[in-house]
Nanobody, 120 residues
Framework: QVQLVESGGGLVQPGGSLKLSCAAS????????MAWYRRAPGKQRELVAD???????SYLESVKGRFTISRDNARNTVYLQMNSLKPEDSAVYYC??????????????WGQGTQVTVSS
């Protein structure tokens, strides 16, 4: 059994910053890709950023230069530093991870979501 627990969401003014954290725990043999998704009201879920083994990252075009994803492999944790936040960044942010429970079993896991609201 694997759990992803997120923290760090909240209300921030436009131009402000927030840092999201997501810690994985449970039966973890290894972790492949870790990612952050978001879903705004009335919109489809979108991939915000991901980080693969070897620290290879990719970003949604609209957050490039403002958001930074990173991971701490020793702590099984992924972070999303969000700077210069805009109202259109408001959404529920979800952590996602591809986690091996042994040499061959790979599972796709999700956090419970954390609300980010950018408003004055």
């Amino acid at each position: 059994q694997v759990q992803l627990v997120e923290s760090g969401g909240g209300l921030v003014q436009p131009g402000g910053s927030l840092k999201l954290s997501c810690a994985a725990s449970g039966n973890i043999f290894g972790i492949d890709t870790m990612a952050w998704y978001r879903r705004a009201p009335g919109k489809q879920r979108e991939l915000v950023a991901d980080v693969r083994t070897g620290a290879i990252t990719s970003y949604l075009e609209s957050v490039k230069g403002r958001f930074t994803i990173s991971r701490d492999n020793a702590r099984n944790t992924v972070y999303l530093q969000m700077n210069s936040l805009k109202p259109e960044d408001s959404a529920v942010y979800y952590c996602n991870a591809l986690i091996y429970s042994d040499y061959v079993r790979l599972g796709n896991y999700w956090g419970q979501g954390t609300q980010v609201t950018v408003s004055s």
